[in-house]
């Protein structure tokens, strides 16, 4: 039974980026441990309050990460299986929890049985491991055959996972990915291409090897419930608040990630309300978060929300300093190297990692915010007020996205006497007849009330 990702907070690492490694792998170099540049961020890692992270692709491919051309080694470009072993040690030893990207819908044209196929046509006996060899047609890169892809992407072979053989591939590398990294989790990339039957069997597999393994899919569109259940993955992507999470503030308008909070997780409605959805405000696939909003300042009031609203947050490596970075015709500029000393000294946001470090810690400290059901109070176009309630204690938050100073009268849906804030200076405001009227909440800011009785 998993427990310890519902008290997650996550560090997104890309490491071929963040390691400033080779676009391009050669197969034939010696392995550089690259990835050890982990170590020097660690403590960055923990003041930030994180203790899990999850690492973009590790394993060797042609160039991204996400052509995977074997399961079985971790990337010449980041080091060997020793390096990345002792790195998983090194950061379970600081309390930090691992997962990594479980890339199993499709792999690059080096990998090894796709090669067979390539250089064997129909002889070869991987034919069947590769969703919808055709031999009648040649593909657009003049192979004898033509192929499934992942989007288009003819260097992104689908891989055919009805195949029994395939799956006993996978689920081996899995069991040896746990027996030698001992690793805590994957994130399935695309997992809304991934075969629901399969889903099941990964997991239970998974399961019967380590009873706390955490299965999260990224899936960008439908019902979550598809993909997260007992029975399947136990979390998936929020793309719809993330979306939410950035609209709001540069349209002004808090009735957006309300109306979607509210969907997801509201007592009567709520249909995600017994999941523990991953949400983030950017990623390896999507623009800085720094670099969608209209206005810098909105980081601190959308970052409140983050790790106040029902989920599991994730912070992207860099956005915690509010870097830019926009999605061009490569990723290179969300992925990019960094130095920890220039970055957290030169960034234009240096004190974002700050609140974020103080976010965590609240957090941290309530069982509310971890586990508390959701309650909306009041929703204006540059406010918004929400609870979350456990039994024994109820958190208000209340964000203003204004430049201006914003006071709100809300209605407190527990008996109390004051609210403490516990993040400004535990100043207390009065409760009467379940009534509080805030007189100022700042610019751009937020408050966290604590309910006392």
């Known amino acids: 039974m998993n427990t310890w990702s519902k008290e997650a907070i996550f560090y997104h690492i890309y490491p071929l980026g963040f390691c400033d490694a080779p676009k391009h792998n050669d197969f034939v170099s010696k392995s550089v441990p690259r990835i050890e540049k982990v ?62 990207d479980g890339v199993f819908n499709h792999v690059g044209r080096d990998f090894w049985a796709f090669k067979d196929v390539l250089v064997n046509g129909q002889k070869s006996r991987y ?47 899995v069991t040896a990915w746990i027996k030698e990294f001992d690793i805590d989790g994957l994130r399935l990339d695309c997992a809304d291409c991934l ?31 598809r993909w997260a259940n007992v029975n399947r993955l136990d979390s998936v992507t929020n793309y719809e608040c993330y979306k939410g999470l950035f609209s709001s503030h540069n349209e002004k308008n808090y009735f957006e990630i309300a109306y979607s909070l509210n ?14 959805l991953y949400n983030f405000a950017d990623n390896h696939d999507v623009n800085r978060i720094a670099s969608t909003l209209k206005k810098s300042a909105h980081l601190y009031p959308l970052s409140a929300l ?35 000393a220039m970055v957290s000294s030169n960034s234009p946001n240096k004190d974002l990692a700050k609140a974020i470090s103080k976010f965590a810690q609240i957090r941290k400290d309530s069982s509310a915010l971890r586990y508390g059901k959701y309650f909306q109070i009041k929703v204006m176009h540059e406010q918004f007020a929400f609870a979350r309630m456990t039994q024994d204690e109820c958190i208000i938050v209340i964000v203003n996205s204004s430049d201006k100073p914003a006071c709100m009268n809300i209605g407190i849906p527990v008996e109390g006497v004051r609210v403490v804030d516990i993040l400004n200076n535990s100043e207390t405001f009065k409760i009467q007849k379940r009534k509080c009227y805030i007189p100022k909440i700042h610019p751009c800011w937020v408050r966290i009330l604590k309910v006392e009785k």
Not at 144 to 172: A, C, R
Not at 211 to 223: A, I, N, P, Q, R
Not at 263 to 276: P, S, T, V
């Open 39 to 100: 170590y020097q961020w660690i403590t960055h890692i923990k003041y930030l309050g994180a203790n899990s992270i999850y690492f973009g692709p590790i394993f060797e491919s042609t160039s991204h990460g996400y052509d995977t051309s074997d399961y079985s080694l971790v990337d010449r470009r980041l080091g060997d299986n020793g390096t990345f072993s002792k790195l998983v040690n090194a950061l379970h030893d600081n309390g930090i929890r691992v997962i990594i």
């Open 127 to 173: 034919c069947n491991w590769f969703s919808n060899l055709d031999f009648n047609q040649k593909s657009p890169l003049n192979d004898s055959f033509n192929y499934d892809t992942w989007n288009g992407y003819y260097n992104l072979v689908k891989l055919n996972l009805h195949t029994p053989e395939v799956k006993e591939y996978i689920f081996q590398a």
């Open 195 to 225: 075969d629901l039957n399969f889903l099941a069997e990964l997991s239970c597999f998974c399961k019967g090897i380590k009873s706390d393994f955490w299965l999260l899919g990224e899936v960008l569109h439908g019902d979550y419930n």
């Open 263 to 276: 969907r997801q997780f509201g007592e009567d409605l709520g249909l995600y309300k017994n999941l523990y």
């Open 306 to 340: 983050l790790f106040t609203m029902p989920g599991i947050p994730s912070i992207y490596y860099g956005s915690e300093w509010g870097i830019e970075g926009r999605k061009n015709e490569t990723d290179d500029d969300l992925r990019p190297e960094l130095n920890l």
